[in-house]
């Protein structure tokens, strides 16, 4: 039993001659690494506000905002837990391989990822997703010799039980809650603004502050995270993405039927976080997003593999696959270049702009980001986050 296992994790390994990269894996963590930074900045860049601190909203930037949430919130983060929960069987592969034990491995690790987070979280961005990522490998580890089947399943078990506690919570909201006072939550918004603009000290409390805030929903939404660890490991397990050509006709069923009830999902959950329902539908409409983000998700996972492999869409795919993998550094990247702008480290731009312009500053980054990785990789095999945690995990320089 343990050898057959072995035997399939090592099948999905298998990757282009000469190479031990799976290409798929790095043109879709270039493309989430996108939707990452296009969800995050709305954090970062904080509400627009007037001269006089009040909410200041033009409706291009009310649109703007409303298809982020319908399009990009709540699906990238779930393929990039995908993808980690698929690379975590191509590392367990590649410890046997050298035959090397891999549990010191994957501690050495995590314990690395954890201690990047840490520093991301409290010194740039609060809405760090790495230390999740470092204690949800704990229990992928635990559970590494997991059925697929019984893999999936756990998965949708999990959906659905964070699906729920939202679904009751946001009808306990509807039904007893009051709507927000706008003078309350003007005034929040400008003691934020005013810990974001100041020194180093306010700033980091600031993030302290909102860590400790947001742990209740961190955990609540790392169910959902491992549900989608627990996806990639069973599809790693399979090696779905080693020869992605041979399912061309699965995917294409996949991007018919799950497109619509994804952005039927999608649409209904932006309702609710940006209108025209007011806040207390918020938890409803996320109750909604969960159950269906992994259906768009897959779509636009399939969808863009179908793309790449026509000759316009091949254009692209090298500079996606570049990104890929210059994932970490790129994704910590784009925190420092928003806390420069942003925060007092810099520019101290909180709620100065709207969404639309905020948008448009991402994708001239994130341009930025495919040119400059196709740059270094000429040059480097690993960018700089890449090369510490792959020093960490082998305990020597790689």
Request: proline residues 4%; charged residues 15%; glycine residues 10%.
């Amino acid at each position: 039993m343990r050898s057959s296992r072995r035997t399939q994790a090592s099948r999905a390994t298998e990757a282009l001659p000469g190479s031990e990269r799976i290409r798929e894996i790095d043109l879709l963590r270039g493309f989430a690494l996108l939707g990452i930074l296009l969800v995050n900045v709305q954090s970062m860049a904080g509400p627009h506000t007037g001269p006089g601190g009040e909410l200041s909203v033009w409706w291009v930037d009310e649109a703007a905002e409303w298809l982020v949430t319908a399009l990009v919130s709540a699906k990238f983060y779930l393929l990039f837990s995908f993808l980690f929960g698929y690379s975590f069987v191509l590392q367990r592969a590649s410890a046997e391989r050298a035959g090397a034990p891999f549990a010191p491995r994957h501690l050495r690790r995590l314990s690395c990822l954890f201690l990047l987070g840490l520093v991301h979280g409290v010194v740039l961005f609060s809405g760090d997703v790495l230390m999740v990522y470092a204690v949800l490998s704990l229990v992928l580890f635990a559970v590494r010799d997991i059925e697929p089947r019984t893999a999936v399943r756990a998965a949708a078990c999990l959906v659905i039980g964070v699906a729920v506690c939202l679904l009751v919570w946001g009808l306990s909201m509807v039904a007893y809650a009051e709507p927000v006072n706008p003078q309350d939550r003007t005034a929040a918004i400008q003691e934020m603004a005013a810990a974001y603009k100041g020194d180093f000290g306010s700033v980091v409390r600031a993030n302290l502050g909102s860590l400790r805030d947001s742990l209740g929903w961190n955990i609540l939404y790392g169910a959902d995270m491992l549900a989608a660890f627990l996806v990639g490991l069973a599809a790693g397990r399979r090696g779905l993405l080693t020869d992605t050509g041979r399912h061309r006709a699965r995917m294409v069923r996949i991007v018919v039927r799950a497109l619509p009830v994804g952005l039927a999902g999608s649409v209904f959950m932006a309702l609710c976080h940006n209108g025209p329902l007011d806040a207390r539908w918020y938890d409803i409409g996320s109750a909604v997003g969960v159950l269906t983000a992994p259906a768009l998700t897959a779509a636009y996972v399939c969808g863009l593999l179908l793309l790449l492999r026509s000759r316009p869409g091949g254009r692209a795919a090298g500079a996606l696959a570049g990104a890929g993998r210059l994932a970490l550094t790129h994704y910590l990247t784009q925190s420092l270049v928003m806390a420069l702008v942003f925060t007092g480290y810099g520019l101290a731009w909180y709620g100065r702009h709207g969404a639309a312009v905020l948008l448009a500053g991402c994708f001239a980054l994130y341009a930025a980001q495919l040119a400059y990785g196709g740059l270094l990789l000429r040059h480097v095999r690993y960018g700089p986050a890449e090369w510490l945690l792959r020093a960490a995990t082998l305990a020597r320089r790689p």
